[in-house]
């Protein structure tokens, strides 16, 4: 699968020749990649003596695909993937985004302040020492004059590990509560409550295709890691594994899948709770480890919904004491989870049934759960999900024949849920019944991650007393609501961000450092979001380019890009292949343009600036702790190592002492045992034990709305699904990407399309009661008759400012919800649904967007007789970007 392309003009065009025959609007899917790959093989090879190949890796997503970048008299002429680890010398179309991108002449690249009203578009070049002094007084201010709380941070999706942990290292120290981001949309609900009921999370990528009997993707897709994954499930399906999707729609990974369930969307907790019930009557449990590892017989104390404790039940009693019936003695024993030990030899649980303790009659934790399940049979789950009872019969019956040894690889759209929290939590009880954790081909459970920066860091460094203050102090504080206990001021939680900056109540926040991340255009209601955000007195954004929120920003500073830093880089997603945590090299092709600074070393420095110890001297200084495990240096890894393992994974963990910090038997949870039933969980809100909840803006939950697909808002929208040449917002000023995919497409099953009057390549409005947005119609039986699936994410950098913020209002899926501190969220981990009951009709193309392939030329790098790229003028931004709107009539 190797594949190389030149990134000259000729090559690109070819590229835009291909992608043409195969129909620019023929589907973001397999089609449109494979016209890049048969572009790539068609382009010539530039390979002479004067051009240095660089190893280093690809940051364009999550993947790290390993590339070398072919380079010569300082410009990068080409890539082409190496064979890494995990990548296996694959790479996906995105990498040829790298050259558009570093080169593109909309990219920023001196420092910047907007001179003027904020938001009006007059920036004016800067030096650094004068942003530095002005960001400086700014947050010096704040802290010492408003308290350290008021400093805000956001830094979006994991794009680049380092810098959003050495970002999180000086925020918390400085005394920040205030992440804004993406946490609890994407993954940090749900490793949160794996926290809880494992111990740490594991169904994102502790998985290993190699081994596995069977393989779930849930709500999971195949274009959002590497190429390698579709490579990795194949393969496990040539040796006999059974290949689950769990998915709405019928996606790339749906057509290989051997058990597709194609479930009404935001239905989840149903599926899980009908295959919960189906494991425990069909007896599919492993038995020995549901007694001996998971807390399903301790007793439930019916009056206060929770665990029997001793401190329930007698004066001064320890509240880590346990009750359970023991079946061997037939009494009443106990199990201590500080000495992690039974309170007699040889005790074994009964799992299931009521038993008197203390005069209370008490279930099991086990047999409430199979109380909540037991509704959960075939025929109520289909009527529910809208799946086939044959479908869902199959997926019971699979799941059993093929544990244990079954792993669960879960996407992000499980998070957006009003329980996401139930949800996560059932997908972990699912596996622990079956016996699916710690052993090989299921899901393995890490205590540490060795060469995390977050764990590094956060191991390293105590807590500062401020941040000591602040957990202690959680409910005064207030700000991030129940989240903020759960995650200690991780990441971010975009509610409770918007509503203290709507209503700066319980305090207000003063100032923001935004980087990685365009909130405007990725959470809801991004109109909104953008004046909230701009309530803020000061703001900092790192990016490379002026985009709906760096446009509100005071000060821009210019960012380096992947391929021009030094990182320990790994792939924070997917990679269930092979099961080593490997690290790679990246390393810059290309030296950096104008006045562009790695972002770690911006942070280093307003570190030092702001007298906050980072505990390492700079980057470097952390690589050579970070790689201490794998016995390498920096310089020699960078020189000639490039790749090593730093951990080989091993299974059976929780009976050797491999899973708690304390290194005894067990898991790193409050009982030491898989939380099945979970009191933390019940602490935070949904809990203890997971339950169904029907999602908001749903056909059920908005009858009059939807009226049985005949209301005003007939259809289900579902957002966001992942397409191979965008990552969220980036990418759309590639002109790669653009002439393969120049717009967003929203797919419609032909029945619908036919009954709104819709043909392929009609411009669409895509309305809710709160707002609307407009994409081209793809005609698709990949989604059902009720529902349409929207590209998230969508803005037209050939727009200026002044049309609508280069284009963020006009296709951005994100116009059609309410805002954040507006949906129901799930209480325990502040997630929140991208689903919205809709209409959709025929609509026009919007004004001023490019409008054929030669148009995108206005994207193209410009080098002049010297071979140095240009790059927009800083102190003329506004009429550059205005001039180069001439696309549309
Ligand atoms: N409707 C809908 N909305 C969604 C989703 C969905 O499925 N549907 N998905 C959600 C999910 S899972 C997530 S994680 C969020 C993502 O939301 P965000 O992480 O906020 O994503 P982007 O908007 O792409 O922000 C990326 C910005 O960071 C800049 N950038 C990239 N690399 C660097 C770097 O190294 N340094 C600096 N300083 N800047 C950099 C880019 O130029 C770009 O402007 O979106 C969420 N929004
Ligand atoms: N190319 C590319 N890759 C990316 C990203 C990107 O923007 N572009 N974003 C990155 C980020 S931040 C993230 S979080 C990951 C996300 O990774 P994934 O979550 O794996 O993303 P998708 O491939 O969109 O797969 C999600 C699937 O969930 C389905 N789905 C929608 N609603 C429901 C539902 O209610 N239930 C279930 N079971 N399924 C549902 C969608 O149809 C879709 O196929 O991708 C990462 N990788
Ligand atoms: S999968 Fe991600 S890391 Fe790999 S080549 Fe594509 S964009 Fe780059
Ligand atoms: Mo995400």
């Given amino acids: 699968m190797a594949v190389q392309m030149s990134v000259t003009r000729r090559g690109f065009v070819k590229g835009a020749a291909v992608a043409g025959a ?22 010539e090879s530039v390979k ?37 680890f995990y990548s296996e010398g694959t790479v996906c179309s995105k990498a040829y985004s790298i050259f558009d991108q570093i080169y593109s002449p909309l990219r920023i690249v001196y420092p910047m302040k907007q001179v003027g009203e904020r938001g009006k578009g007059q920036w004016k070049r800067i030096t650094w020492d004068e942003a530095w002094d002005t960001i400086v007084s700014e947050f010096e201010d704040a802290r010492q004059n408003y308290g350290g709380k008021t400093l805000m941070y956001n830094n979006g999706t994991a794009r680049d590990q380092f810098n959003i942990h050495c970002l999180q290292k000086l925020f918390h120290d400085m005394g920040s509560v205030g992440g804004f981001g993406v946490g609890s949309i994407c993954k940090m609900g749900g490793d949160f409550v794996q926290k809880a009921v494992v111990g740490n999370p594991c169904t994102w990528s502790n998985w290993d295709s190699t081994k596995s009997n069977a393989i779930i993707f849930w709500g999971h897709g195949l274009f959002a890691d590497g190429a390698y994954t579709a490579s990795m499930v194949e393969r496990a399906k040539e040796r006999g594994a059974k290949f689950i999707v769990i998915d709405p729609r019928y996606t790339a990974a749906s057509r290989i899948a051997d058990v597709w369930v194609p479930l009404r969307p935001g239905t989840d907790i149903a599926i899980a709770l009908c295959l919960i019930r189906g494991l425990l009557e069909a007896n599919g449990m492993d038995e020995d480890f549901v007694r001996e590892w998971t807390d399903s017989g ?51 649980p009964e799992i299931f049934g009521t038993y008197e303790a203390f005069g209370l009659s008490c279930q099991t934790g086990l047999q409430a759960l199979a109380d909540i399940a037991k509704e959960w049979t075939i025929a109520k789950t289909s009527e529910v999900t809208w799946v086939e009872p044959d479908t869902l019969q199959q997926l ?74 602040m957990l202690e102090n959680l409910d005064e504080l207030a700000f991030n609501g129940p989240t903020a206990k759960i995650y200690g001021q991780e990441w971010g939680y975009p509610y409770s961000a918007v509503k203290i900056l709507r209503t700066f109540e319980p305090f207000e926040p003063r100032v923001i450092w935004n980087a990685n991340s365009n909130p405007v255009m990725m959470l809801t209601a991004s109109k909104d979001v953008q004046e909230v955000l701009n309530r803020i007195h000061f703001h900092v954004s790192a990016d490379f380019f002026l985009n709906a929120t760096t446009e509100i920003a005071d ?192 797919d419609i099953n032909p029945a619908t399309a036919e009954r709104f009057g819709l043909k392929e390549g009609d411009w669409v409005s895509i309305e809710s009661r709160y707002g609307s947005c407009r994409q081209v119609c793809h005609i698709t039986n990949e989604v059902r008759e009720e529902m349409i699936h929207a590209e998230h994410g969508w803005w037209y950098p050939e727009l200026s400012r002044d049309e609508g913020m280069h284009g963020s209002w006009v296709s951005n899926i994100n116009m059609v919800f309410p805002p954040p501190d507006e949906i129901p969220y799930d209480p325990a981990t ?33 080098f002049d007789e010297s071979g140095a790229a240009s790059f927009i003028d800083p102190d003329n931004v506004a009429a550059e970007s205005a001039a180069r709107n001439g696309g549309g009539e």
């Fill in 22 to 43: 195969a129909g620019v609007l023929a589907g973001a899917g397999f089609g449109s990649w494979s016209g890049l790959v048969e572009d790539a093989q068609a382009a």
């Fill in 48 to 84: 002479d003596d004067a051009v240095s190949v660089i190893p280093s890796a690809c940051r364009q997503c999550y993947g790290r695909c390993t590339i070398n970048g072919y380079v010569k008299n300082g410009v990068l002429e080409r890539i082409e993937p190496i064979d890494g």
């Fill in 298 to 348: 301790f007793l439930v104390n019916p009056d206060t919904g929770r665990l029997l404790k001793e401190s329930d039940v007698r004066e001064g009693g320890s509240a880590m004491k346990y009750f359970v019936w023991d079946k061997t003695s037939s009494s009443l024993q106990s199990w201590d989870a500080e000495a992690l030990q039974w309170s007699a030899e040889g005790v074994v």
């Fill in 396 to 469: 019971i019956d699979t799941y059993i024949e093929c544990s244990p040894g079954v792993s669960i690889s879960r996407g992000q759209k499980p998070d957006n849920n009003n329980n996401a929290s139930g949800l996560s939590q059932a997908m972990n009880i699912i596996m622990a019944l079956a016996g699916n954790y710690e052993v090989e081909g299921g899901n393995w459970i890490k205590a540490t991650q060795p060469f995390m920066p977050y764990a590094l860091f956060h191991a390293a460094t105590p807590f500062p007393p401020e941040k000591v203050h």
């Fill in 555 to 746: 000060i821009f500073l210019p960012a380096l890009m992947p391929n021009e830093v030094d990182r320990v880089e790994f792939p924070t997603n997917n990679p269930g292949y092979p099961a080593n945590q490997t690290v790679v090299c990246r390393q810059p092709f290309v030296d950096p343009p104008g006045e562009c600074m790695d972002e770690v070393d911006m942070i280093f420095e307003l570190a030092k600036r702001l007298k906050v110890d980072m505990h390492w001297k700079d980057k470097y200084d952390f690589y050579d702790f970070q790689l201490k495990p794998a016995g390498v240096k920096w310089k020699e890894f960078k020189e000639s190592v490039h790749r090593v393992v730093i951990e080989k994974v091993s299974y059976g963990k929780h009976k050797t002492g491999g899973l708690r910090m304390d290194k005894r038997p067990g898991f790193q949870t409050s009982t030491g045992k898989v939380n099945i039933f979970c009191d933390e969980l019940e602490a935070f809100g949904n809990g203890p034990l997971p339950f169904y909840i029907e999602q908001v803006n749903s056909p059920l939950t908005e009858p009059a709305l939807y009226g049985e697909g005949k209301g005003e808002y007939p259809i289900i929208l579902i957002t966001g699904g992942r397409v191979h040449q965008y990552f969220h917002t980036e990418y759309r000023e590639s002109e790669r990407m653009r002439v393969i995919h120049p717009y967003p497409m929203v």
């Fill in 830 to 862: 502040g997630a929140l649904p991208y689903h919205m009951l809709v209409k959709i009709s025929k609509s026009d193309m919007p004004e001023g967007i490019v409008r054929s392939s030669e148009e995108f030329e206005l994207f193209s790098p410009r």
